[in-house]
């Protein structure tokens, strides 16, 4: 098996996505954090671009899902955001 950039950048992805997981697991991050959504997009769009090389439709429909699902948490911070003001 080889181990190429993309690999690393897919691992990356994962690694971000389990650790603000278990941030939001004790306690350390809220849900409707912004840091929360965007760690989740981040993760979930290096893992799409591991992907588009190592092709498997199924992951890819659930990252492409998760990015847009932390892409409704970012535009609610910030319309509540902008709301409060």
Known sequence: MKYGLL???GNVG???LMVTYLLL???KLRSN???YSLL???GASLIVVSLLVDFNLS???MEVFWVLISFVGIYR???L???RS
């Open 14 to 16: 994962v690694v971000i």
């Open 25 to 27: 697991q004790l306690d």
């Open 77 to 79: 911070h910030f319309r």
């Open 7 to 9: 690999d690393l950048v």
């Open 81 to 83: 955001k902008a709301i």
């Open 59 to 61: 992951a890819l429909v």
């Open 40 to 42: 989740n997009a981040a």
């Open 33 to 35: 954090d912004l840091a």
